[in-house]
């Protein structure tokens, strides 16, 4: 039986060869990223970036928390229905009130807020998109919230502090060849 097979399944191979086998990285993590509505009550907000992500985004981005906590390993591997909102979504949808403990609702799934990102304001350079209008959910969750054909999906890694830069990458273009079979 034919089975179709999209780019995405190939990055999320990637990523995992990547964070199993380098011996340079500190951290390698996977974003997704998808333009949704998000909605909590009455209160609802347009172009809200959901960003799927894995647990080693917090050591690679810059996740400065404002109250509450970031995903736990548990709830990165399970893909929880929990997630982490930007100041602005919070803004928007909680009018000031705190956000921890309520719930979201993302295309067509309740999710409960455990963390409240703190205000990152507008930058010419970011990681990922800034954080502001963002909402982050464990990447295993956006298959049931998110059109996965058309998200876009990033590999990102950071190198171990003592690694030159040259040699990072270097390492990391011969494992994705080798992940890939391309001599």
Same mark, same amino acid.
């Given at each position: 039986?034919?089975?179709?097979?999209?780019?995405?399944?190939?990055?999320?191979?990637?990523?995992?060869?990547?964070?199993?086998?380098?011996?340079?990285?500190?951290?390698?993590?996977?974003?997704?990223?998808?333009?949704?509505?998000?909605?909590?009550?009455?209160?609802?907000?347009?172009?809200?970036?959901?960003?799927?992500?894995?647990?080693?985004?917090?050591?690679?981005?810059?996740?400065?928390?404002?109250?509450?906590?970031?995903?736990?390993?548990?709830? *990165?591997?399970?893909?929880?229905?929990?997630?982490?909102?930007?100041?602005?979504?919070?803004?928007?949808?909680?009018?000031?009130?705190?956000?921890?403990?309520?719930?979201?609702?993302?295309?067509?799934?309740?999710?409960?807020?455990?963390?409240?990102?703190?205000?990152?304001?507008?930058?010419?350079?970011?990681?990922?998109?800034?954080?502001?209008?963002?909402?982050?959910?464990? +990447?295993?969750?956006?298959?049931?919230?998110?059109?996965?054909?058309?998200?876009?999906?990033? *590999?990102?890694?950071?190198?171990?502090?003592?690694?030159?830069?040259?040699?990072?990458?270097?390492? +990391?273009?011969?494992?994705?060849?080798?992940?890939?079979?391309?001599?």
């Amino acid at each position: 039986r034919f089975r179709s097979v999209h780019p995405r399944d190939f990055i999320y191979k990637d990523y995992l060869f990547l964070k199993e086998n380098s011996r340079t990285a500190e951290a390698v993590a996977m974003l997704l990223a998808y333009e949704r509505s998000v909605k909590a009550g009455r209160n609802s907000l347009s172009n809200c970036t959901v960003k799927g992500v894995t647990s080693d985004w917090e050591k690679i981005s810059r996740v400065n928390l404002l109250s509450g906590r970031y995903f736990n390993e548990s709830e *990165i591997n399970n893909g929880s229905a929990v997630c982490v909102v930007g100041y602005r979504v919070w803004e928007e949808l909680f009018d000031g009130a705190s956000p921890l403990g309520r719930r979201i609702r993302v295309g067509g799934r309740d999710l409960t807020v455990i963390g409240l990102l703190d205000k990152e304001g507008e930058s010419m350079v970011n990681i990922g998109g800034g954080t502001d209008a963002s909402l982050l959910v464990p +990447l295993k969750m956006c298959k049931y919230i998110v059109n996965m054909r058309r998200a876009g999906a990033s *590999i990102l890694a950071k190198p171990k502090a003592d690694v030159q830069i040259q040699e990072f990458e270097d390492e +990391l273009v011969v494992l994705m060849r080798a992940g890939r079979r391309i001599a």
